[in-house]
T-cell receptor, first 112, second 112 residues
Framework: DGGITQSPKYLFRKEGQNVTLSCEQN?????MYWYRQDPGQGLRLIYY???????QKGDIAEGYSVSREKKESFPLTVTSAQKNPTAFYLC???????????FGPGTRLTVL | GNSVTQMEGPVTLSEEAFLTINCTYTATGYPSLFWYVQYPGEGLQLLLKATKADDKGSNKGFEATYRKETTSFHLEKGSVQVSDSAVYFCARANQAGTALIFGKGTTLSVSS
């Protein structure tokens, strides 16, 4: 089955620790995205990548980092510099950046 | 500011009632427009889209028409079901065509 997978579904970390969220797609999509969702604020773009080995900051990139070494994978690291990391994180992909985005099931990160 | 504005929720309806969720946008030109739906604890699913003015997107009984005169893309359904209870997001492509800009979401609750 083609799709986007995110793991884990729930993640707990202590304050001050870096944590990496996984996102994998087997849709052969070039573009991939990371969003953060907070109650009442909709989705906000963290980073996006139009092609392998390239990525761009979104609206709220501070405290986050990404890599795009393979077409299928776009991991997001939430660093200790992110002041309020507890949120629901959504990964998406599309054939190109102007097309429909398809979303993974999300990872809920809680920092204790 | 956010260039996609949705009516605030929650919207509470009885089964078989008519649904309208308003969405307006600001943009230069005519970007593609989208409605996504998010069921509890899940990622977003594309519900429908329209890529040019006067297009009508439709899916699962939902419809939305791209109105350039009023810069609107209101979501409608003639008869809602309990299973339609979810959060609905309106979105448009950004000007560079590199990502989507989302509204804040509208929660729909349908009771039997």
């Amino acid at each position: 089955d083609g799709g986007i997978t995110q793991s884990p579904k729930y993640l707990f970390r202590k304050e001050g620790q870096n944590v990496t969220l996984s996102c994998e797609q087997n849709l052969n999509h070039d573009a991939m995205y990371w969003y953060r969702q907070d109650p009442g604020q909709g989705l906000r773009l963290i980073y996006y990548s139009q092609i392998v080995n390239d990525f761009q900051k979104g609206d709220i990139a501070e405290g986050y980092s990404v890599s795009r070494e393979k077409k299928e994978s776009f991991p997001l690291t939430v660093t200790s510099a992110q002041k309020n990391p507890t949120a629901f994180y959504l990964c998406a992909s599309s054939t190109d950046t102007s097309d429909t985005q398809y979303f993974g099931p999300g990872t809920r990160l809680t920092v204790l | 500011g956010n260039s996609v504005t949705q009516m605030e929720g929650p919207v509470t309806l009885s089964e078989e009632a008519f649904l309208t969720i308003n969405c307006t946008y600001t943009a230069t030109g005519y970007p593609s427009l989208f409605w996504y739906v998010q069921y509890p604890g899940e990622g977003l699913q594309l519900l429908l889209k329209a890529t040019k003015a006067d297009d009508k997107g439709s899916n699962k009984g939902f419809e939305a028409t791209y109105r350039k005169e009023t810069t609107s893309f209101h979501l409608e359904k003639g008869s809602v079901q309990v299973s339609d209870s979810a959060v609905y997001f309106c979105a448009r492509a950004n000007q560079a065509g590199t990502a989507l800009i989302f509204g804040k979401g509208t929660t729909l609750s349908v009771s039997s």
